[in-house]
């Protein structure tokens, strides 16, 4: 039930809190090479290449290739759904976590008759509002006779998945050009987040949230 604060949020911090994404950048590397690369390409010395990387960074069709050397890691937690989304950009590689292993380890350890640690669960694996308690515990049933097929059937879309994913500064700038005006609010806060941890922010898209 909404509550009397709840309801007193500013619209944009109640959207914030019934959905979530939290983006840490694992590694980021490429971009002295990238640059001697330019360097060769534009037969000019190395110190002028960040002022020219700059420039050429929103050229495309050939002029930002440069972009193609410089590799990011974020470690992305974020429900199905939008990974959903996020899995048409095909120019990038992602490792994820198990479903399975969350589901048959991590809620079997939990007690099903203890509402406590059950809602904590909830709290840890699923955006609010995306799993009810009566599914959940369908959930954990089908887990307990290792139906695998029924635990997958069951789960919510709001499930969180944590993934490792790895790709060029140029795969990231397609992805901020086409996602920043997005109505799924999850990608204007993956944008903000990666932006704010990126090394080279400048060679991006300009993006207002
Ligand atoms: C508003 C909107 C609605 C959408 N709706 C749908 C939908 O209903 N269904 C759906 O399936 N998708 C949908 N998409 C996704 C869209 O079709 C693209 O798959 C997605 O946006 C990824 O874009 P991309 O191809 O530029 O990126 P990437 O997949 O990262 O590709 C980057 C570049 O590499 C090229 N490329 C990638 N793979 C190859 C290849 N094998 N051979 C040659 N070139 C390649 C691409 O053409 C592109 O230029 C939608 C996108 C938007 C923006």
Known sequence: M???VEKNRPAEVQQRAAFYIRVEKANESGYEAALT???HNK???LQKMGIVA???SDKDGGHNKFLE???VWLDVRAPRYWWQEADTFRLSTKQSESTMHTLTGELLAVNPE???SMQTFLQQNFEPDSCSLDTL???YRAAERKDLVGVKKRLPEGFLQTRMWCMSYRT???IILQRRMHRLPHWKEFIRQTLSQLDHPELMPGFTE
């Open 114 to 116: 203890d509402p406590a």
């Open 69 to 71: 050397s410089i590799i």
């Open 54 to 56: 700059e420039r050429l």
């Open 37 to 39: 690369g330019l360097a």
């Open 2 to 4: 909404e509550t009397a």
């Open 43 to 45: 037969k000019q010395s």
């Open 137 to 139: 515990k369908e959930i």
């Open 172 to 174: 990231l700038r397609n």
